[in-house]
């Protein structure tokens, strides 16, 4: 696609619920990574994929976030049991090799209540 | 590690007012530098970068200048407008791809 897609825009989830966070990037960007930016704050690296393969997750804050690109191309971020502190607006971005083309998504606010 | 410091807002300012935001960064070697832009509502998008020391990075009016010997990469304008309003960040990327970002400035310009 022009750009990257992510869905849905807003999502309200109760405290202790799963939810899923997607992310379509630019056709043919071989690298993709999401984001947590939480409110008034810049945005913090969660993990990194070079095609299917999920090269680093240094910045998942807990096991309870989890990400996966299965076939290299739509990216999923899961967050399981969700707190309150996870609030905040999920930022996927995808790129060719050396920043070219670095491109965001509009981002997934999650709120959790 | 490397990090980036931002200076912190809100801004407000008059339209046809010069606008300067600061930004230093702490880094080993010589990274390339990043402006990024976040109107409401949308994600970010990059506004200028520069890749080297010296190097002017320009855009829509914006100019940002990598300043080696004081670690700086100023954010300005000469003459802001209303439809700039939004919020600036300041990047640094990491050998891994990822951008290390500054808290962000705040930018609101009233007619």
């Known amino acids: 696609g022009a750009g990257v897609s992510q869905s849905p825009r807003y999502k309200v989830a109760k405290r202790g619920q799963d939810v899923a966070l997607r992310c379509d990037p630019i056709s043919g960007h071989v690298s993709l990574f999401w984001y947590q930016q939480a409110l008034g704050q810049g945005p913090e690296f969660l993990t990194y994929f070079q095609n299917e393969a999920q090269l680093d997750k240094s910045g998942l804050p807990s096991d309870r976030f989890f990400a996966e690109r299965p076939e290299g191309s739509v990216s999923t971020l899961k967050i399981q049991r969700t707190q309150q502190e996870d609030s905040a607006v999920y930022l996927c971005?995808?790129?060719?090799?050396?920043?070219?083309?670095?491109?965001f998504g509009s981002g997934t606010r999650l709120t959790v209540v | 590690g490397d990090s980036v410091t931002q200076m912190e807002g809100p801004v407000t300012l008059s339209e046809e007012a010069f606008l300067t935001i600061n930004c230093t960064y702490t880094a080993t070697g010589y990274p390339s530098l990043f402006w990024y832009v976040q109107y409401p509502g949308e994600g970010l998008q990059l506004l200028l970068k520069a890749t080297k020391a010296d190097d002017k990075g320009s855009n829509k009016g914006f100019e940002a200048t990598y300043r080696k010997e004081t670690t700086s990469f100023h954010l300005e304008k000469g003459s802001v407008q209303v439809s700039d309003s939004a919020v600036y960040f300041c990047?640094?990327?990491?050998?891994?791809?990822?951008?290390?970002f500054g808290t962000g400035t705040s930018l609101t310009v009233i007619p």
């Open positions: 971005a995808s790129s060719l090799p050396g920043f070219y083309g670095y491109t």
């Open positions: 990047a640094l990327p990491n050998t891994g791809n990822q951008f290390y």
